[in-house]
């Protein structure tokens, strides 16, 4: 089989999803405006392409996961979508 390329691969849980899409990016403690961050984590050869997560993938691909963070400038921190669902709730 051809390793061909790179694949990249986010999954949201809706709550993540929701926040997202309508939630405030803002610090929980300092209320600035944060920043949306972007890294990717190899994950290894796997199957890539059209239809990978339902095996029936073509040929193998670096495997990469999306970690999104939002950065404060103020604070110097970093919060995962999820951390910041959670600070929300309590
Ligand atoms: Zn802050």
Redesign the pocket.
Known sequence: MNKNGKQYTKTYTPQELKYKLFGKKV??????K?VLMKESEYKGVGRGGMGASYGFAKYNADLYEIRETYY????D?NYTISELIKIKEK
């Open positions: 610090c929980p403690i300092c209320l600035e944060m404060c400038k103020k604070c921190k």
